[in-house]
């Protein structure tokens, strides 16, 4: 159960940190930030963010938290519901 919540934990630091990018955006003039969805281009966020004194370091962070948070949920459903089906 722990493995589960730890994955739900990282793929929340992800979300904010992917909510706090978009808001960035938003405030510089970057009109559909906050509307694309998973379309989002960070490679945007990349070309501004050494004019306004941003550091890339978060980006890294939000996509290392989506892939182990996935990691995680996966790896725990497994543990937790097991590979077999139990039957009666």
């Not at 379309?39 to 941003?54: I, L, N, T």
């Not at 996509?63 to 089906?85: D, E, K, M, R």
């Amino acid at each position: 159960m722990i493995i589960l919540i730890a994955g739900g934990l990282l793929i929340c630091v992800a979300a904010a940190l992917d909510a706090g990018f978009r808001i960035r955006m938003s405030r510089i003039g970057y009109k559909w930030a906050l509307l694309q969805g998973g379309a989002f281009d960070y490679s945007q966020y990349h070309k501004v963010r050494k004019d306004h004194g941003w550091a890339a370091w978060p980006v890294y962070v939000m996509w290392a938290s989506v892939i182990c948070g996935i990691t995680l949920l996966i790896a725990g459903f497994f543990v937790y519901f097991g590979t077999t089906p139990k039957h009666s």
